[in-house]
């Protein structure tokens, strides 16, 4: 019988090391098997195939089978997936509806929270003498200024309100929060047309066209309106218009989002308030009503309205005022609770100073356009006509009525500066001391001065938002403070604050006339300064400010007793102050202030003859007492002329500078200065 024979593939051949598990059989690859030869010189190779036996597969029965395992579930798992889900779904539809419904309210709202919960904690932890997490107190002071400008300018709306709120009393904080704040009275973004005419739609029920009968085609029998603002603040923009029967007037139209907007923010100034009063132990909330309740009437356009007529009645009825000062009609038919239609202005702003100092150059014996309450000559239809046909993509319609600055364009109303800041001064005395309603917004953007056909100057005052009322006895009360402050009539000042709340009578009389009150004991700067000497600089100025916190809460004492009144008071104679420096201190601010003061207590029409009387005789003493007021404004004015010094109100500052040093603050800031 021959011996078996075998077959190898190449693969198999060349793999001889894989033999060796069995000598008679051993499987190299699946098929191929190997045996021994009867002669090894001779191999044959041959292909075989192996078929196993074939099986049918034949599934187990189920009762071989193990029992069913219970499905696995992740309850934990599903129930987070579901949150995120929801929290995604609920986050997305919150920003959509915050954002094209509720203009970014809730936004803003978060991003308020989050800039004054790090300010907040960051003064906590790092204010002391040696900060932990920053290099001094000065970097600590910027870093804040410039996150709370941020948030301010990036908010907007009644942000910007309270931004230029603290710009006006920014000379009592850190350098960097003066030269940061500086920047707040910068013109706001106008909105687009679209918006405005949604505010027209939704206040009126029509089209701008239909309630203010203009035509943006150029049809000659409709008035003219422009779609691009002329100025544009935090609240409202006002834009130019010539009515159907000629009258040129400012509408005034509030920002939509405003409106949406103002719950919330009120809201979380509120509370904001809570928090800092809690956080740094300063009685700030109290004041937040009464704030608040003056911001909200300062969005409502009706009581604008109200304000700027009844101030208008005041001054006509005012013989020192009449023809000096004036109040733009405001139009009741077009205008609603977000819109303000009054006439138009032509005038020079009172930041213009030397537009308002050089030399006339218009027709004599005729004023600026518009003053005293005449009509503006009419524009020219056609001209206009053929901007509207031509050249749609100019929106400046309004005729330029600036023949009087010549042909070079370098005249000016050739006013006396000494003439404009007695007005001012009257004007806003007037309100304080005899009428009780007081304008607490006079910076020179709302103050518009044109030129008499005598030569003298007229004041207009616009944008009547913002008013405080001061009740009768009040009044009463402010006047002989203001007089008392004048005579050094120490007893009399200390009943006064001691029946507002006030424990701290020299500060708040030094705050009250806007330079150090040297008729008092000094009793708080005394207390600031002891104790400080031989300490280093960082300790002394930390431990100085400490206590003029203390001498703050003094000031507001008595939360209940205080006049919330004095807030804006207090802005309003700070502004005018302002004004006075920067028109270079033509006037003696002071003395007109206290003249009125104190003629108010024989003019004012709610007292009675016998009190009057009284108070005619003192007066009279008063005005001779006030004789050294002007030997020093005539002093400082001589050393002006000379070049040895400021004005008056830069004196002032300067001496006001060197109380506040000693007290802990650095004042190197003008109210304007930006």
């Known amino acids: 019988m021959a011996p078996p024979s075998i077959s190898l593939c190449a693969r198999c051949l060349a793999k001889p090391t894989n033999l060796g598990l069995s000598r008679k059989y051993t499987s190299l690859a699946k098929g191929h098997a190997i045996l021994p030869q009867s002669t ?89 003498p040696h900060p932990w997490f920053v290099e001094s107190l000065p970097a600590l002071h910027a870093r804040n200024a410039e996150r709370l400008f941020s948030l301010l300018q990036t908010n907007g709306g009644l942000y910007l309100k309270i931004g230029q709120a603290i710009a006006m009393q920014s000379a009592i904080l850190p350098p960097e929060f003066q030269k940061m704040f500086s920047k707040m009275f910068d013109d706001a973004p106008q909105n687009d047309w679209k918006e405005v005419e949604r505010v027209i739609q939704e206040d009126f029920g029509k089209s701008a066209e239909e309630v203010f009968g203009v035509s943006f085609v150029a049809d000659p029998e409709k008035g003219v309106m422009e779609r691009t603002a002329r100025a544009s603040a935090s609240v409202a923009q006002v834009h ?74 005041l001054v006509a009825g005012e013989s020192r005022l009449r023809g000096r000062v004036y109040v733009p009609k405001v139009y009741r038919e077009l205008s609603s609770r977000r819109i303000m239609t009054a006439e138009w202005i032509e005038g020079v702003r009172l930041w213009d100073k030397q537009v308002l100092t050089r030399p006339w150059q218009g027709s004599r014996r005729q004023g600026s356009p518009g003053s005293g309450g005449k009509p503006l000559d009419p524009p020219n239809e056609k001209a206009i006509a053929e901007i509207i046909r031509n050249h749609p993509e100019k929106e400046h319609l309004k005729p330029n009525r600036e023949v009087w600055r010549g042909v070079n364009g370098k005249g000016g109303l050739g006013v006396s500066l ?61 006047s002989l403070f203001w007089k008392s402050l004048m005579t050094f009539d120490n007893e009399t000042i200390q009943e006064i604050v001691k029946g507002w709340g006030i424990t701290s009578p020299d500060v708040f009389a030094s705050a009250t006339l806007m330079r150090p009150y040297t008729g008092g ?124 010094g400021g004005g008056m109100e830069d004196e002032v500052e300067a001496s006001m500078r060197k109380m506040a040093g000693d007290m802990g603050f650095e004042l190197n800031h003008k109210v304007f200065d930006g």
């Open 240 to 313: 130019w218009a010539k009515l159907q029967d000629g009258r040129e007037v400012a509408v005034k139209i509030q920002k939509r989002e405003i409106a949406r907007q103002l719950g919330f923010d009120l809201w979380t100034f509120k509370v904001v308030a809570r928090i800092y009063t809690w956080l740094f132990e300063l009685p700030l909330y109290s004041l937040v009503p009464y704030i608040s309740e003056r911001l909200r009437l300062e969005t409502d356009f009706i009581n604008e309205a109200d304000n700027s007529e009844r101030m208008a009645k």
């Open 521 to 644: 004991d000094n009793s708080t700067s005394m207390e600031i300064r002891q104790g400080l000497s031989g300490k280093e600089r960082q300790e002394r100025a930390y431990e100085m400010q400490q206590k003029m916190r203390k001498g703050i809460k003094g000031i507001l004492g008595d939360e209940k007793k205080w006049p919330r009144e004095l807030i804006f008071i207090g802005r309003n104679m700070r502004i005018v102050q302002g004004n006075n420096q920067f028109l270079g201190s033509p006037v003696n601010r002071i003395k007109i202030t206290g003249t009125w003061a104190s003629r108010a207590l024989v003019d004012s029409p709610d007292l009675s003859f016998g009190e009057k009387f009284r108070n005619l005789g003192r007066h009279l003493i008063f005005k001779m007492v006030l004789f050294s007021s002007d030997v020093v404004f005539y002093a400082s004015k001589i050393r002006q002329f000379l070049g040895r």
């Open 40 to 128: 090894p010189s001779r191999r044959v190779l041959r292909r075989s195939v192996h078929t196993p036996d074939f099986n049918a597969f034949v599934p187990p029965s189920p009762s071989s089978l193990p029992k069913p395992a219970p499905p696995k579930y992740y309850p934990r798992t599903r129930k987070w997936t579901r949150r995120i889900i929801y929290i995604t779904l609920g986050g997305i539809a919150i920003y959509g509806v915050d954002k094209y419904f509720l203009y970014a309210s809730i936004t803003r709202t978060l991003r308020t929270f989050l800039t004054s919960l790090i300010t907040g904690l960051d003064y906590k932890i790092n204010f002391r």
């Open 418 to 478: 000494k003439d404009v800041m007695t007005t001012m001064v009257d004007l806003f005395s007037a309100q304080m001391f005899l009428w009780g309603w007081v304008h607490c917004d006079p910076h020179p953007g709302n103050i518009f001065i044109r030129r008499l056909p005598s030569g003298k100057p007229e004041l207009v005052l616009i944008d009547h938002g913002l008013y405080v009322h001061m009740e009768p006895n009040f009044r009463h009360q402010y």
